[in-house]
């Protein structure tokens, strides 16, 4: 037994250390191994390693005489803050990370772990694909994955970190995460590689401008969050795990309730101006309502006019949905209606109640809005809100104009409670627009246009948008002093904690994707 349990031990030390040459290498190109990502993102000493020993079994150039264990991932689980978490992380020293036939099983296994331990699952990618020497198989190990992140969607939070490359159909798997964390200069997500792009296109691009974090986290949208660094990334995947609950049946985990209900913010009466055109920082807004003024934004760089964040208020987390008046002056347009759709879609699928500030002028004008598809990206937001069940509060902080209105979970979509601000300023479109339509041919015909111009704007904005107007038809519920809105808002939601909307049976409802 001695002997037995000496070359046990000195065998697992030789697997976990790796070969040094590329530990060294992986090192060089900024990157930290596997093994040192997983003690960054979980809690010291709580790993527990499965399949270890796995290798494969496949015969191929470069692969018969040489089967490490592991097979290029290290899989497992682990808790974060106490709380449990699957995880796999691909391992770049071994086969490029590739994803061979024993990979793909060993992730299959514990993404079906997570989802029979109602565990979050997050996913550390770091490879070059499709293990190309096992053709078919590797790709059916794909598919095994994809499968699985779409049965587990709405289930568990599935979390995918991008810490090197990920090419070719491995992409996917971010793509259908929850949330998809980036790092830059070192991770690169992309379908097709750079000498497929310059045999296609003819033009020489870099790993990094066709699909570095810059790309996915402020054009396409790809990335949820982008960090410098890997230590602040995974800090901040760490920080994610601890705002979201382990699956759909569970409650977020929520924090000992702090006095937000009798809370007066006197800031938030200085912050927004009273001129509807006037540009300010939302952000500050939402600092002044959520606890410690601490808020985690998805997609901070991209879609900027419209800011989602998880945060907590009064102990309990909630989702933020609010428009930007400091970027294009908070108008939705396509990009922000897919971001803040999907956001509410995730809150919504794991319980987490919404709070939609509204400050917005419309959708975005255009022949370029039109023919990227406005119509169809404003739908998906207006389809999330209205299948929504969670509790759902909207303030109106200023103005809410249009279709716009109804898409920011106005009372006719669905919010439970609306509160408005005496700025508010609610209607189907500006009383200089509203006037010029309603009597145009007056105004063609005046003697003096301008004047009369003037007479009626006011005597619409008179009779039309003042700040009782919504609260006079009941579709706000109270004008509230700003000062007051942190303790309306967490009253709002003590109220509406135990809500409970069971939608009617279908197979699935048909979001305009
Ligand atoms: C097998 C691979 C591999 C792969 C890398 N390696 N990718 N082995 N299959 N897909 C191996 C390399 O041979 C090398 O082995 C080691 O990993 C390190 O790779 P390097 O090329 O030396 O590293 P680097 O210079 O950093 O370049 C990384 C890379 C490059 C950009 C990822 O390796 C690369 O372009 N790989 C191929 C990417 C690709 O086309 N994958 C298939 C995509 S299609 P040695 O023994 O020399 O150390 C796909 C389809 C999925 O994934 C479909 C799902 C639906």
């Not at 310059?198 to 401008?209: L, M, N």
């Not at 920080?239 to 985990?253: A, I």
């Not at 999907?342 to 794991?350: G, H, K, L, S, T």
Request: charged share 25%; glycine share 10%; aromatic share 6%.
């Amino acid at each position: 037994m001695q002997a037995l349990r000496e070359r046990l031990g000195a065998r697992r030390r030789e697997v976990v250390a790796g070969r040094r040459e590329a530990v060294d290498r992986q090192h060089a190109l900024g990157k930290r191994t596997a093994r040192e990502r997983l003690e960054l993102l979980l809690d010291e000493g709580s790993f527990t390693e499965i399949e270890l020993y796995r290798r494969h079994q496949a015969h191929g150039p470069k692969l018969g005489g040489h089967r490490p264990h592991t097979d290029g991932v290290i899989t497992g689980s682990g808790t974060i803050y106490g709380r449990r978490v699957f995880v796999y992380a691909q391992d770049f020293t071994v086969f490029g990370g590739s994803l061979g036939e024993a990979h793909a099983a060993k992730i299959h296994k514990v993404m079906d772990l997570a989802v029979d331990n109602g565990a979050p699952l997050i996913g550390l990618n770091d490879s070059g694909g499709a293990r190309i020497q096992e053709g078919v198989m590797s790709l059916h190990g794909y598919g095994g994955i994809f499968r699985r992140i779409v049965q587990a969607s709405g289930v568990i939070p599935q979390i995918s970190v991008v810490l090197g490359p990920c090419a070719g159909g491995a992409a996917y798997s971010p793509a259908l995460a929850d949330f998809t964390f980036m790092v830059r200069d070192t991770a690169q997500m992309y379908l097709t590689g750079p000498d497929v792009v310059e045999a296609v296109s003819g033009r020489r691009v870099s790993h990094d401008e066709l699909g570095g974090a810059g790309v996915h986290g402020s054009q396409s949208g790809v990335a949820s969050f982008v960090y410098d660094d890997e230590a602040d990334c995974l800090e901040d995947v760490r920080y994610l795990v601890s705002l979201l609950p382990g699956n759909n049946l569970e409650p977020p985990p929520a924090c000992p309730p702090c006095g937000a209900d009798s809370d007066v913010r006197p800031r938030l009466a200085e912050i927004v101006p009273v001129e509807p055109n006037r540009p300010y920082d939302m952000r500050l807004v939402i600092e002044e309502l959520v606890d410690d003024g601490d808020f985690l934004e998805v997609h901070e760089g991209w879609a900027r006019n419209v800011v989602c964040a998880l945060a907590r208020l009064d102990g309990e987390v909630v989702g933020v949905v609010a428009n930007q008046p400091l970027v294009l002056a908070g108008v939705l347009d396509a990009d922000a209606a897919q971001k803040a759709a999907r956001f509410v879609r995730f809150c919504d699928a794991f319980g987490i109640p919404l709070v939609t500030l509204v400050d917005v002028p419309g959708f975005l004008p255009g022949v370029d809005q039109e023919r990227e598809g406005i119509i169809r990206h404003g739908a998906k937001l207006l389809y999330a809100y209205c299948e929504a069940t969670v509790p759902r509060v909207q303030v109106i902080v200023r103005k809410a104009y249009g279709g716009a209105y109804i898409v920011m979970d106005s009372r006719s979509v669905g919010t439970d409670l609306s509160l408005a601000w005496p700025t508010n300023e609610i209607a189907v479109m500006g009383a200089e627009g509203a006037v010029n339509v309603l009597f145009r041919k007056e105004l063609a015909t005046a003697a003096d246009p301008a004047t009369l111009r003037a007479e009626l704007t006011e005597e619409y904005a008179r009779q039309l948008v003042h700040p009782y107007y919504a609260a006079e038809r009941g579709v706000v519920d109270d004008v509230i002093d700003p000062v007051q809105t942190r303790s309306a808002v967490a009253r709002g939601l003590a109220m509406l904690r135990n809500k409970r909307r069971e939608p009617p049976r279908r197979k699935h409802g048909n979001i305009p994707l």
